[in-house]
Nanobody
Framework: QVQLVESGGGLVQAGDSLRLSCAASARTFSNYGMGWFRQAPGKEREFVAAITWRGVSTTYADSVKGRFTISRDNAKSTVYLQMNSLKPEDTAAYYC?????????????????WGQGTQVTVSS
């Protein structure tokens, strides 16, 4: 059983930055693709960013390109999401997820384990 615990969310103003962290309990964390998703109230969960198990390749949603950066530290079994120039429309619960089957994917159904989420609220 893999457990994921997100942290780093909070209430910030537009233009501020936040760094989210996701600590995984998986023994073979370094073998898995990782992703971040978000879900705003009344909306479907949407893809934010993903990274391969080596951290060589990444992919981002168009809405966050140039503002968000995903990275990972396999020695710490942790994946990060650096969020800069935050906007009110970034307000959502942010979830990290592990894919044991796909190295790099933006499809939620391809992820096998999910964290409980951390809330990010951006005020205007």
């Amino acid at each position: 059983q893999v457990q994921l615990v997100e942290s780093g969310g909070g209430l910030v103003q537009a233009g501020d930055s936040l760094r989210l962290s996701c600590a995984a309990s998986a023994r073979t964390f370094s073998n898995y693709g990782m992703g971040w998703f978000r879900q705003a109230p009344g909306k479907e969960r949407e893809f934010v960013a993903a990274i391969t198990w080596r951290g060589v390749s990444t992919t981002y949603a168009d809405s966050v390109k140039g503002r968000f950066t995903i990275s990972r530290d396999n020695a710490k079994s942790t994946v990060y999401l650096q969020m800069n120039s935050l906007k009110p429309e970034d307000t959502a619960a942010y979830y990290c997820a592990i894919s044991t089957r796909y190295e790099l994917t933006d499809l939620a159904r391809r992820y096998d384990y999910w964290g409980q989420g951390t809330q990010v609220t951006v005020s205007s």
